[in-house]
């Protein structure tokens, strides 16, 4: 079984606090990383 590990780093914020919302380029680079990881099965940890 090969196993794959995405490092992922946050999408671009308006700020640095955990709940700054997402710049216009963030949603895009969120939708972005959506549609790469979608077809893959992600277990995602911390």
Request: charged share 15%.
């Given at each position: 079984m090969n196993t794959n590990i995405y490092i992922i780093r946050?999408?671009?914020?308006?700020?640095?606090?955990s709940d700054?919302?997402?710049?216009?380029k963030g949603f895009i680079?969120?939708?972005?990383?959506s549609d790469?990881?979608?077809d893959r099965k992600v277990e995602?940890?911390?």
């Open positions: 946050h999408c671009e914020a308006e700020g640095q606090s700054s919302p997402l710049t216009e680079q969120a939708n972005e990383l790469l990881l979608s995602i940890s911390s």
